[in-house]
């Protein structure tokens, strides 16, 4: 199979952004009862964009205490699970271990790390899509990034300063909750696009 080329950065500048989700359709979860009612909304999907953010580390084999926050996107809208909140926690446990519903995201393997130790169960049901770009003959990872530009010809805006922000804060400022809803939606947008199958668990 003949080796693809990722976007370069020079190239992804060039784009026209891609047109993201906004506050109105981000739904921010903190309480159990917030939780409950994202549960009703989100169980009956059979695909979910599905990311997490941690608070960063800043020393060598300093261990992360993340995932603080944990989204999962539908195609229109997003919500943003923070997890101070036993409730919440809980909420994203019964979700990630939810086999009718399929989570899609990139470079998901840390991610299974740091869950399986903090919040004590495995994801099931999970597609890299990172995984799906290598069978399709892109050696490099393309990331979330990388996909949008192939699939729509588009750039995907991600803040630097929102990326290595304190995730572990209680109060997210518009700029964490607009981009971590969007790193999940970005996944669920890529994987309708691509035409695939729902995943079996």
Not at 126 to 131: A, E, S
Request: glycine share 6%; aromatic share 8%; charged share 20%.
């Amino acid at each position: 199979m003949p080796h693809l080329p990722s976007p370069t950065r020079e190239e992804l500048a060039r784009l026209e952004p891609l047109a993201q989700l906004g506050l109105p359709d981000i739904f921010v979860v903190s309480t159990r009862q917030q939780a409950e009612e994202a549960f009703q909304a989100l169980a009956g999907s059979t695909v979910l964009g599905f990311d997490t953010e941690s608070k960063p580390t800043f020393f060598r084999d300093q261990v992360s205490e993340g995932p603080h926050v944990v989204q999962f996107s539908t195609l229109h809208k997003a919500w943003v699970f923070q997890l101070h909140d036993a409730g919440c926690r809980d909420t994203v446990s019964a979700l990630l271990e939810l086999e009718t519903a399929a989570k899609v995201g990139f470079g998901l393997a840390g991610d299974h790390q740091q869950i399986r130790r903090t919040l004590g169960v495995s994801p099931r049901n999970v597609l890299d899509l990172n995984v799906v770009f290598r069978s399709r003959g892109y050696a490099k990872e393309l990331g979330v990034r990388g996909a949008v530009a192939v699939v729509f010809n588009r750039r995907f805006i991600k803040s630097r300063k929102a990326t290595t922000s304190n995730w572990a804060n209680r109060q997210l400022t518009e700029s964490q909750i607009v981009y971590s809803a969007n790193d999940a939606w970005a996944a669920i947008q890529v994987f309708h696009a691509l035409g695939l199958p729902p995943p079996q668990a």
